[in-house]
């Protein structure tokens, strides 16, 4: 709040500067771009008709919330953790267990499954960050990592729960529903498909301010400054310890939301599709592209990789062309991923900062000039 | 308790363990189940020896570790069939020959993996030492590429691993089955522990090496290339994760891309238990992992790794740096 009696000498230098930056707000060409970006996604269905595109967008929108939760993690706490797909799995398998395997097909029960994923994830994320993050940052990375295979191992196996390797597919109800139909609106018919887009992009873009205000509120600064220097944030008197496992177990929350979300898309979850490594590794490379510590690198780490995923199996045809018969070139093709991590050591190595703050650092130095 | 007390828990928690299941399974079974669960502890010792080295001595969380266990699997089945058909070793009775052939293959798995190691270490590791951040992106990006280089250069499928003829089969021993191969791992991993003890323990270089673990910076300052070592660590760490791969891919008598991904996760927790940098602390760590493994599995197929997963968190709770000290 400004207060008007007041100049502007009398705030202390975080006050000054919160408040410069609120003046500026609506002045930022960054607000316009994301004013647009928003636009973009609300008006997708209705400028692409065909179901893939939509499909890729929509995963770029979901990706983006799992990937920002995970920045919450890595670019403002400084922890990694190597099992946060765990989270997200454990979001898919709630709709999915609710919905397909008891068949409580209702809008209350879709609503209890996120709560109890959330409550869950909360729960299992602050235990094991008690006992892991407790001795050394490191530790968390192996400990989270064993607990989603371990996870991993224990979705393909209890069949009766959660239908081992083959998943559950499942149906959605009332107005989300595939067969629903709204009537045309724009020149498409709003079918549950549509209807879903639209929920989950509300969802998402709520997540999205959820974890802007919680990076920006106090505690997201002491995670910072965790972040940058602990033996300091020690030294003023917070218990780093305690902070880091608030951040971790946030934005588990977050992520579980993000899984509930890819169920309701996708209607369909199995242990591959919703927590296995690979998953974690494609989290790693739209973090590490998109750029730790932005928030927002996470929608073009996302769009990046699932944008040039959708185009991989054209490419492959393109090789297969050029070069008929070879074995190994047909299989160089195919391995997208060693591309993916030759990429992502170079990206390591030359832009740390990711598009994003290779992009913001670009201006901020370009303004001081 | 007495600091000397203090000394043998570690060993009575081993030994608990290790006799409890008598009172569910029958001597006969158990002694089968103790033999193949001693066996995977040592081939799960070999892994994680490497792995908690590199942790200790170079402070790198080198997550490529599975990658170059499966190069290690992969080169040994390749050497081991390229000789094979040269020589006919592997089908031949004489038992000298079939162990003559498993450890060429053994030693070119090692040998070619620690040159992988070497590289790995100096194109992709060292440029970002002193950063845990940026150490633990690399070493996934290496594995991810590592991995795939696998599935470019020798497919995506799964494939037999052949196994010499004298490894098969098993003996009778006072009506115990007894298999053979169990048992030559056993032996295998015993050696390399011991040889690994004796060269850290009796040795110039194992001085330096425990040196570093405890202070990188004062052994730089003692007028030692402290890079100059990593690599060599970091080497013989491959080399061990390579010989593991070998042995590990005869024992299940298959290999595929992915097993370095499943077995990463077992050396994780078995050098987390054992003490980061403890070779010590990895052979236990490694037996109680095998063999509450195995009774497990026999027990309550579906809880196998639950237990392996409850021994991590009952350990990190009581003994937060694991069971052993860094450096023994």
Redesign the interface.
Known sequence: MKEPDLKKNDFNPVQQFRLEEREARFRSPSFFLRILLLAFFVFTPFMFHSFEVLDVVLKIIIFSALVASYDVILGYTGIVSLGHVLYFGIGCYSVGIFMGNLGWVSYGHLALAFLIAIVVSGILSVLIGLFSLRIRAIFFAMVTLAFMEFAFILSSQLRSITGGDDGISFKLPGILAVDYSFGHFLGIELTGRIVSYFLILLICVILFLLMLRFVHSPVGRVLQSIRDNEPRSIALGYRTYLFQVIASSFASCVAAVAGGCFAIWVRYVSPDSSLSVPIMLDVLLMVIVGGMGTLYGGIFGAAFLMITRAFLPKLQVLMASILPGVPMASRLSERWLFYFGLLFIIIVYFFPKGIVGTVQEFFSRRRNN | MTPNQRKWLPTLIVLAIFLSPLSLISPKTYITLTISGLAMGMLLFLVASGFSLIFGFLSV?N?AHGALFTWGAYIGFTSFTLINQWTGWGGSDSIFLNIGIFLLALILAGLLVGLLGIITERL?IR??YGS???Q???T??????LE??V???W??NDEVMPVPISFMGSWDIFDVVVSKYPLIAIVMGLILYVVILMILRKTRLGTIVRAGVENPEMVQVMGHNIYRYFTGVFAVGSALAAIGGGMWATFVKSIHPAMG?EVI?FA??VA?IGGLGSITGSVVGALLVGLSYNYVAYLVP?AA??IT?LL??II??FR??GLFHEGT
């Not at chain 2, 996934?140 to 590429?145: E, F």
């Open positions: 969380l997550l992709v440029p970002v845990h951040l940026f633990i992106f690399i996934v990006g290496a594995m991810i590429v795939e280089l599935r470019i250069v497919g995506p991904g996760i994780l927790i987390i579906k790794l639950g997963m991590l968190v990190l709770s937060p740096t």
